[in-house]
């Protein structure tokens, strides 16, 4: 799978409603989702100029615009997207456009990205040109699925023992190493957290496995995948502790 196969995926999926194809363990009839808050939190957006890369229907470009940023623009190259977002805050600061990061131009203090990288064919070709867009001070701050725990480990194993499709658009699956040697390269500094540990080896990882394993493993009895649920249920998340590395989700923030 390559980047430009997930742009009809990505129409279809706005087209049809973010709420129908996201997990309910990712929405969770919050309003706000963790992963839009702890972007939210790590700076004071005051005055700042913002690029949005692959800003979906709009919502954290708007709330960044909220927090007080001087301008905020979201670029996604998905135009179903792009519509919606127009649709939703055009009478506010954020603008919109559907074009991809290469035709941007001008200089930005931050660019953010949630749940952009891992689509990405080059990653680091991308955070090079995304680097490029930036102030002489400026930051990138993303998030990204984090595999560095006891639910990445169990459907990696799936994925490549058994073929299972594990997700449904993501090309990589990240840890934190492959970005600290991002940060070498493009030398910047990294600081990095991850976040959503009950979802990395908790309670939530279980509740999504039950839902997630039976699709995964067609053909397998039911009672085998129930007692492995069974037998992780009783043990991980009595046993697995937060780690800096064992959230299922990560933030990563670079700066020059």
Same mark, same amino acid.
């Given at each position: 799978?390559?980047?430009?196969?997930?742009?009809?995926?990505?129409?279809?999926?706005?087209?049809?409603?973010?709420?129908?194809?996201?997990?309910?363990?990712?929405?969770?009839? /919050?309003?706000?989702?963790?992963?839009? /808050?702890?972007?939210?939190?790590?700076?004071?957006?005051?005055?700042?100029?913002?690029?949005?890369?692959?800003?979906?229907?709009?919502?954290?470009?708007?709330?960044?615009?909220?927090?007080?940023?001087?301008?905020?623009?979201?670029?996604?190259?998905?135009?179903?997207?792009?519509?919606?977002?127009?649709?939703?805050?055009?009478?506010?600061?954020?603008?919109?456009?559907?074009?991809?990061?290469?035709?941007?131009?001008?200089?930005?203090?931050?660019?953010?990205?949630?749940?952009?990288?891992?689509?990405?064919?080059?990653?680091?070709?991308?955070?090079?040109?995304?680097?490029?867009?930036?102030?002489?001070?400026?930051?990138?701050?993303?998030?990204?699925?984090?595999?560095?725990?006891?639910?990445?480990?169990?459907?990696?194993?799936?994925?490549?023992?058994?073929?299972?499709?594990?997700?449904?658009?993501?090309? *990589?699956?990240?840890?934190?190493?492959?970005?600290?040697?991002?940060? /070498?390269?493009?030398?910047?500094?990294?600081?990095?957290?991850?976040?959503?540990?009950?979802?990395? *080896?908790?309670?939530?990882?279980?509740?999504?496995?039950?839902?997630?394993?039976?699709?995964?493993? /067609?053909?397998?009895?039911?009672?085998?995948?129930?007692?492995?649920?069974?037998?992780?249920?009783?043990?991980?998340?009595?046993?697995?502790?937060?780690?800096?590395?064992?959230?299922?989700?990560?933030?990563?923030?670079?700066?020059?």
């Amino acid at each position: 799978m390559q980047n430009k196969d997930l742009k009809k995926f990505y129409n279809r999926v706005y087209s049809r409603g973010e709420g129908k194809h996201y997990t309910k363990l990712v929405l969770d009839k /919050k309003k706000i989702t963790d992963e839009k /808050k702890e972007i939210l939190n790590e700076i004071s957006w005051e005055e700042k100029t913002v690029l949005d890369v692959g800003c979906g229907t709009g919502e954290l470009a708007y709330l960044v615009a909220r927090k007080g940023a001087r301008s905020v623009l979201g670029v996604d190259y998905s135009k179903k997207a792009i519509e919606i977002a127009d649709k939703s805050y055009k009478s506010l600061n954020p603008s919109y456009r559907c074009e991809d990061i290469s035709d941007v131009r001008g200089k930005f203090d931050v660019i953010v990205m949630a749940g952009v990288l891992e689509h990405i064919d080059n990653p680091l070709l991308f955070l090079k040109k995304t680097k490029n867009l930036l102030n002489k001070k400026g930051s990138i701050i993303l998030t990204c699925p984090n595999w560095s725990n006891a639910r990445g480990y169990i459907l990696l194993a799936l994925k490549e023992l058994h073929g299972a499709k594990i997700t449904l658009a993501d090309i *990589h699956h990240f840890t934190p190493l492959e970005f600290e040697d991002w940060g /070498k390269k493009l030398n910047m500094k990294l600081s990095w957290r991850t976040f959503e540990h009950g979802w990395g *080896h908790g309670d939530k990882m279980i509740e999504d496995l039950k839902k997630r394993l039976p699709k995964l493993m /067609k053909g397998k009895k039911e009672k085998e995948i129930n007692n492995f649920i069974k037998w992780l249920n009783e043990h991980t998340p009595k046993l697995e502790e937060d780690r800096k590395a064992s959230g299922a989700v990560a933030l990563y923030h670079f700066s020059k």
